[in-house]
DNA sequence: GCATCCTATTCCGTAAATGGAATATATCAA
DNA sequence: TTGATATATTCCATTTACGGAATAGGATGC
């Protein structure tokens, strides 16, 4: 059951490699966006590949899409990515303080308190 | 041909929506850590489906293991993220500017590109 | 009309992740 | 030792994503 579901939501769109690699070259050109033979020929990728990806990260609402004669330009849509540099942002407290106080404070605390686990509210110490 | 590896890389693991439910939980609980047994009670999952989301996430260094006695206290371990989030900060650009004024000036460039066929007016009737 | 270019979509085989259940391992307690 | 608790691991079935190849669709040019 429960299977990932690709086409819902953004970190599953960025999980696969290829597909950030296609952000990354779409983010390298400018508004007008890159076509998609363009990007065939950055990425070293079969043109099916490509054309895929792509609907998956406009799926997700990660590019969006200008057609122009017989080529369609896809630009980055930064809303998408935008969320999950906010979620990632939640856990910045993780990564700013350094990681051996963090430890020391963690033990410490392992050491002198009864366990963690009296009350069900979380509790948040900082320093 | 080309799967993708939920053990290598943070952005695959943080994929799966149940293992970011992990890591939050987590970011709850001080610097001690929070037991299976309390995270099982919290996410309401069957235990080895959460012993086995914390293996994944340990796997790619996204969460740090001490064992006390006959539990092992999961914690955050803020360097995996930090990457996603730093990849994120690359396209900052897309969302720190308006959309609006991206969008005039994707057009002004598709204008005077040397794509052939643009003489007219740029079309606006889809997204 | 027809041919050509650009892109999307379908079909298909394979590899892999997920969850459930049962089981294994490890630690403590009596 | 036996038993209970805490967690990890294995086996299994299902579902899904991925890539490749071929094909379809749509716009342009002749």
Redesign the interface.
């Known amino acids: 059951m429960a299977r990932?579901t690709v086409s819902s939501?953004p970190?599953?769109a960025?999980?696969?490699?290829?597909r950030?690699q296609v952000?990354?070259t779409l983010?390298r050109y400018?508004?007008?966006?890159c076509p998609v033979n363009e990007l065939v020929v950055s990425l070293g990728l079969p043109q099916p590949v490509v054309s895929k990806h792509l609907a998956v990260l406009k799926g997700v609402g990660l590019v969006?899409?200008?057609?122009?004669?017989r080529?369609r330009?896809y630009?980055?849509?930064?809303?998408g990515?935008?969320a999950?540099?906010e979620?990632?942002?939640?856990?910045?407290?993780?990564?700013?303080h350094q990681?051996t106080s963090?430890?020391e404070?963690?033990?410490r605390?392992?050491r002198d308190?009864p366990?963690?686990?009296t009350s069900e509210e979380?509790?948040?110490?900082h320093d």
Chains 1, 2 share one sequence.
């Open positions: 990932r939501d970190f599953e960025i999980a696969q490699p290829k950030r952000l990354e983010a400018p508004g007008a966006g969006s899409l200008e057609k122009r004669g080529q330009f630009r980055v849509n930064g809303e990515i935008r999950v540099h979620w990632a942002a939640r856990f910045e407290r993780f990564w700013t990681l963090i430890k404070r963690a033990e605390r392992a308190l366990t963690p686990n979380p509790r948040r110490d």
